[in-house]
């Protein structure tokens, strides 16, 4: 993905309020919705730090600030989860799954669906 890269958890977190956002989103939409109790000038420094970066713009709404997404949500985790796969586990599917199966991230039911994923894609 040319452009922005990876995002700290806290911007992270963020943006995922944001891309999975039904409505116009609001330095007090987040306010209401993050796990965390940031005041509202992290929150804000925050969002800058995302429209200077590239993931987000605004527009303004009579005193208000409208936030959006310019980086789409698949796009970027697709671009991560490459990233992860490249750099631990030297680009193997089978490592990261044994991984996560070994250290029981992972059930037989979550082994099914994969292999059902993977027979529809042939």
């Known amino acids: 993905m040319a452009g922005p890269h990876k995002l700290p958890d806290s911007e992270l977190e963020i943006?995922?309020?944001i891309w999975d956002a039904e409505e116009k989103v609001t330095s007090d939409y987040l306010m209401q919705r993050l796990a965390k109790t940031w005041q509202k000038t992290t929150v804000l420094n925050f969002?800058?730090?995302l429209c200077e970066r590239g993931f987000l713009t605004f527009h303004k709404?009579?005193?208000l600030n409208i936030y959006e997404p310019l980086v789409e949500?698949?796009?970027?985790?697709?671009?991560?989860?490459?990233?992860?796969?490249?750099?631990?586990?030297?680009?193997?599917?089978?490592?990261?799954?044994?991984?996560l199966y070994?250290?029981?991230?992972?059930?037989k039911e979550d082994?099914?669906?994969?292999?059902?994923?993977?027979?529809?894609?042939e």
Do not use: C, P, Q, W
């Open 102 to 107: 070994d250290g029981r991230s992972v059930s």
């Open 47 to 49: 969002l800058n730090r």
């Open 15 to 17: 943006m995922m309020l």
């Open 73 to 99: 949500k698949e796009n970027y985790l697709r671009s991560e989860s490459r990233t992860f796969l490249r750099k631990m586990h030297r680009g193997s599917l089978t490592s990261l799954v044994a991984s």
């Open 61 to 63: 709404e009579g005193r």
């Open 111 to 121: 082994l099914e669906e994969l292999k059902r994923f993977i027979e529809e894609a």
